[in-house]
Nanobody, 118 residues
Framework: DVQLVESGGGEVQAGGSLRLTCVVS?????LGWIRQAPGKEREVVAT???????PMYAVSVTGLFTISGGHANTVFLQMNSLEIEDTGMYYC????????????????WGQGTQVTVS
């Protein structure tokens, strides 16, 4: 089983930065950060494999967000130049499969941390 605990959310002004942290216990092949904005479907914004491979990002956050710590028990999501549209609940999720950008591929989820950009 995999357990995940997120932290680091909060309220920030547009243009600001936040760093989210996910503490992971249990083995996984892929770790992803998934967000759900109000009234919208869940979106995988970043993934990182625990083994060989490279991070992947949603087009909407490429160049703005950075995921790190794929091999570790603590995974980070650095979010820069935040916009109002980045507001939402951010979940850390794990998969035993390869990294994909579909929320349905992640079997294990944390409780989420709220990010509000104003």
């Amino acid at each position: 089983d995999v357990q995940l605990v997120e932290s680091g959310g909060g309220e920030v002004q547009a243009g600001g930065s936040l760093r989210l942290t996910c503490v992971v216990s249990g083995s996984r092949n892929c770790l992803g950060w998934i967000r759900q904005a109000p009234g919208k479907e869940r979106e995988v914004v970043a993934t990182i494999p625990s083994g060989y491979g490279y991070p992947m990002y949603a087009v909407s956050v490429t160049g703005l967000f950075t995921i790190s710590g794929g091999h570790a028990n603590t995974v980070f999501l650095q979010m820069n130049s935040l916009e109002i549209e980045d507001t939402g609940m951010y979940y850390c999720a794990a998969s035993q499969r390869s990294c994909y950008l579909s929320p349905s591929d992640y079997a294990y989820w944390g409780q989420g941390t709220q990010v509000t950009v104003s």
